[in-house]
């Protein structure tokens, strides 16, 4: 029996020391000037021209430049590896003057061959190189009908028909210039070996780990204040959180709304960036209730997008009064004012419709990019629709089916359905969407059938009006036109969130939801 | 011998080919497809079918099947859109990592179960039984994601004791200490339930023993009550133990899927569930297609194992 008792206090002893001693060097700090970033999951790729999740823009970013970029806290255009260029009468021609002396991570020389390759491996299906992809979003360039070098130094892009677009599409991560040398040396193996101009140089990817980013001494625009960045997926959010909060991590991105509270305090930062995005309801204006305008107005009466954005999202997004975001601030109109939440209204509405009691289908999805809290909202929309009159049923979806049914068109399916976007330019989500010549059996997005032919000549006018003040204001008409014709309920606007810890400094969140690091420093 | 391995070899053919058939068809029914996965809201008709072209999604599904089989019989899993790697790297980093960890909670389920189990028999209705059927009690009802993440916000969050996630640090070495600072929650929090099941049945199993006449004998003839317990009846009860631990084998392999999103442990679950939501068909069906095989190989070699120790069954 003694032995016993021995044996047992000697193992409780034996499992209490191995615990001490394991647990005891308590987690060790993040060390100063490295950066480590809590993303949300691991990266497709980081070749620019392959990918399309927020997500792996964050560390392309940093990693690569454009001819053009961001002007910092705005979505207007600025020099980048391009320092100036012209554009024809027409709008049909783009001749850029590049950035002497700059040159691509590996060593090779950044010049106007380097800009024709790029564009060429894209878009031009016999390059030998186009097998390094496929290039989903290549077909933000479709209208480039060829890319020529006129010297060393300038570019000249010749496009099939004027598009107002292309500045700020090269401005997206899909136009981020990457190294010739280093695709025809990896070829494609090139997206875990990238090579670019930008701040940070790649220096290892460790699968499910992390990415490591370095400074780049020899930037163009100034090195970095940071020795280095590192990526962290963390795909679960209370994970993701936790770390944060245990110190593992310095920075996450996407903190879930119910856990922002954890971070008001002294040792942390919140950050909130309103940006080019929209969350709304697609009605299908082609048949059911909802093909008469005022039984439209009077779901965008019905719903209360106020409590929806302070109680379901906990204000992390801000009510939307049309289709397009006010972080375009330029092609913004100030003077719209979002549906009040008036349910008499829209009761007396659909009392002059004669459709009170009128069923609906309504598609909901589970999750999704930028979809914030589906069901949730869903939900609470369902029961504020129900109370005006109407009789609503939910059907729910996992993301990509959802896609699968939605964007095909709602004719014979559903009444209304929840959709996301952003982007990164005004024209993008109107002429996909709203245009007649978009409805989905034309290969366009608007799932709802929406027509109104002063619109549709309104859109088509502006993409290719070269002037921006022109541009202007013919978004802004269109705003108000689409406002009153309520082809969609406008719900919100979301504000991108991210968390830093008390360490790091100089950090800003960016309309166009980039993460962009060169100026971050860390203690 | 020889003959019979071979045998259950081949009669593992057909079984593989099964599994390639249903996981292709899941993968190829479920609606959703890669392209409408990897271009989200810009998913239009005409950029769908293109990507679907480029990624060699557009031939008939027979014909898929049959490049996808050819290629794996030949050691190529293809290559994952998801990743961009080849498919067959990221599985084998991955099983690596779920090896790890359930393995880890195998043993401690193993050992802290038997032991358990064995104690609380003892001490039958004893102030130590009682504790342990308490914890045990406990230990099965609370689902494993949940005591992970209150372990994480207690020994990771609030002491600072653990690493909250992942499985090497960011900086530094990898040795084997570090790794054990990132092991012990999730394997911990992983066995738990395990451990609870096996105490449970060690412990019947135990009491079932210590009521035959032959441990009477081993205690009338002197033998003291340490030797009468370990190596008498714990030795015979180990008989209706060892079935039970391998099913928890199985079962710590598959909860390992929760734990891993938990601990953000990189291991072959995680993956599969990335992998699913992405709709990375290539990686889906082959990261089932190895984690069945090892299944497939794991119970031939113990069905091996059991007739070379039991000559009842029959070569």
């Not at chain 1, 060390?31 to 480590?36: E, K, M, R, S």
Request: charged residues 20%; contains cysteine.
């Amino acid at each position: 029996m003694g032995v016993l008792t021995w044996t047992r206090r000697g193992v409780l002893a034996t499992g209490t020391a191995l615990a001490l001693s394991l647990g005891l060097p308590a987690a060790a700090q993040t060390p100063p000037g490295v950066l480590i970033v809590g993303q949300i999951a691991e990266p497709k790729a980081l070749d620019p021209a392959a990918v399309t999740a927020v997500n792996d823009f964050r560390i392309l970013m940093n990693v690569y430049d454009g001819l053009v970029r961001y002007k910092s806290g705005t979505l207007e255009v600025e020099p980048a590896l391009a320092t100036s260029w012209e554009i024809s009468e027409d709008g049909t021609e783009y001749a850029f003057a590049l950035r002497e002396d700059v040159s691509f991570h590996d060593g090779s020389p950044f010049d106007a061959e380097a800009v024709v390759f790029n564009f060429e491996r894209m878009l031009n299906e016999d390059h030998p190189f186009h097998d390094t992809g496929p290039f989903p979003l290549a077909f933000f360039f479709s209208s480039v009908a060829s890319v020529e070098a006129v010297d060393e130094l300038t570019v000249k892009f010749t496009l099939s028909e004027p598009y107002a677009p292309f500045l700020s599409n090269l401005a997206y991560p899909t136009g981020l210039i990457v190294s010739p040398a280093a695709v025809e040396q990896y070829g494609a193996d090139f997206a875990r070996n990238p090579s670019g101009t930008g701040a940070f140089t790649f220096a290892e990817w460790r699968s499910n780990e992390a990415v490591v980013v370095e400074a780049n001494p020899d930037y163009w625009d100034g090195a970095p204040a940071l020795q280095a960045v590192v990526f962290r997926p963390i795909t679960d959010a209370n994970t993701r959180t936790a770390e944060m909060l245990a110190g593992g991590i310095d920075m996450m991105v996407e903190v879930p709304p119910v856990a922002l509270s954890e971070f008001r305090g002294d040792s942390f930062r919140i950050f909130e960036q309103a940006g080019p995005h929209v969350w709304f309801l697609i009605l299908n204006a082609k048949e059911g209730p909802f093909a008469d305008k005022k039984v439209r107005q009077a779901a965008n009466y019905a719903i209360n997008k106020e409590a929806l954005v302070n109680d379901v999202l906990e204000g992390t997004a801000e009510v939307a009064a049309g289709p397009t975001p006010p972080a375009f601030a330029w092609a913004y109109n100030e003077a719209l004012e979002p549906y009040p939440y008036d349910p008499e209204k829209a009761k007396a509405l659909l009392a002059e419709a004669g459709a009170e009691g009128a069923e609906l289908t309504f598609f909901v999805t589970e999750g999704g990019s930028g979809m914030l809290d589906p069901i949730a909202m869903g939900t609470a929309i369902q029961a504020d629709l129900n109370a005006v009159g109407f009789d609503t049923r939910i059907e729910t979806y996992e993301w990509n089916t959802f896609l699968g049914e939605v964007n095909p068109g709602l004719e014979g399916k559903a009444d209304m359905a929840e959709m996301a976007w952003m982007t990164n330019d005004p024209d993008t989500l109107p002429f996909l969407a709203l245009r007649s010549e978009a409805w989905p059996d034309k290969g366009g997005f608007n799932s709802g059938y929406y027509s109104n032919p002063e619109v549709d000549e309104l859109l088509e006018k502006a993409r290719v009006a070269t002037d921006q003040d022109e541009r202007a204001t013919l978004y802004k008409q269109m705003q108000e036109i689409v406002q009153e014709d309520a082809p969609w309920v406008f719900v919100a606007n979301w504000k991108q969130n991210a968390v830093t810890s008390d360490r790091v400094e100089g950090f800003e969140l960016q309309p166009s939801f980039f993460l962009l690091l060169d100026e971050v420093t860390k203690n | 011998m020889g003959s019979y391995i071979l045998k259950r070899l081949v009669s593992a053919i057909p079984v593989l080919l099964g599994i390639t058939v249903i996981v292709f068809a899941i993968m190829a029914l479920i609606p959703g497809d890669p392209a409408t996965a990897i271009l989200g809201s810009y998913a239009t008709p005409e950029n769908v079918e293109k990507l679907n072209r480029d990624l060699g999604l557009d031939k008939p599904a027979v014909q898929r099947y049959a490049i996808w089989l050819w290629n794996m019989v030949q050691g190529d899993f293809g290559r994952s859109f998801s990743l961009n790697r080849p498919v067959l790297d990221e599985v084998l980093d991955r099983f690596g990592a779920t090896l790890v960890l359930a393995g880890t909670s195998f043993v401690l389920c193993s050992v802290v179960g038997v032991a358990a189990g064995v104690v609380s028999a003892a001490r039958q209705y004893g102030a130590a039984d009682r504790g342990i059927t308490f914890a045990v009690l406990l230990g099965i009802s609370i689902p494993s994601f949940f005591l992970g993440m209150m372990m994480i916000l207690l020994f990771a969050v609030r002491l600072r004791w653990f690493p909250a996630s992942g499985m090497w640090p960011i900086y530094g070495d990898r040795h084997l200490w570090v790794l054990l600072r990132h092991l012990t929650m999730p394997a911990l929090a992983l066995a738990v339930v395990a451990t609870g099941v096996v105490a449970r049945l060690a412990r019947s199993a135990m009491l079932e023993v210590l009521r035959q006449d032959y441990i009477r004998t081993a205690r009338a003839k002197g033998v003291p009550e340490r030797g009468v317990i370990w190596r008498h009846a714990l030795r015979a009860a180990m008989v209706s133990i060892i079935p039970v631990l391998g099913i928890q084998a199985g079962f710590v392999l598959s909860g390992a899927v929760y734990i891993e999103m938990v601990f953000q442990w990189p291991g072959v679950g995680r993956m599969l569930v990335d992998a699913i939501l992405k709709r990375d068909i290539l990686l889906v069906q082959g990261g089932v297609v190895f984690v069945a095989a090892c299944y497939v190989l794991f119970n031939i070699v113990v069905d091996v194992a059991q007739s070379l120790l039991d000559p009842r069954i029959k070569t």
